[in-house]
Nanobody, 118 residues
């Protein structure tokens, strides 16, 4: 079972930035597309950014131009740079491998809380 550990969240004011990290415990990290998900209170978990094995990226419309997903296969790590944060970005952020928009791994990490104050 692959384990993931997310980090980098915190409390920021609107307009601020955060960089999230996710480390996965698999020796074949490089073969997976990876995604960042978020879940706000009372809402379903949503996929916000995906990076393919080859480095192609895609984003949900609400974060386009503000968030950047990247990966370092040598470190089994995927990142999410979040700029110009808005209160509606407040959520717990998770990472998982991505399979056509769905999480591929059964285990989720504990997530990292992002809180944006207005």
């Amino acid at each position: 079972q692959v384990q993931v550990v997310e980090s980098g969240g915190g409390l920021v004011q609107a307009g601020g930035s955060l960089r999230l990290s996710c480390v996965a415990s698999t020796s074949i990290f490089s073969i997976y597309a990876m995604g960042w998900y978020r879940q706000a209170p009372g809402k379903q978990r949503e996929l916000v950014a995906v990076i393919s094995r080859g480095g192609s990226t895609s984003y949900v419309d609400s974060v386009k131009g503000r968030f950047t997903i990247s990966r370092d296969n040598a470190k089994n790590t995927v990142y999410l740079q979040m700029n110009d944060l808005k209160p509606e970005d407040t959520a717990v952020y998770y990472c998982n491998a991505d399979t056509s928009g769905r999480p591929a791994w059964a285990n989720w990490g504990q997530g990292t809380q992002v809180t944006v104050s207005s």
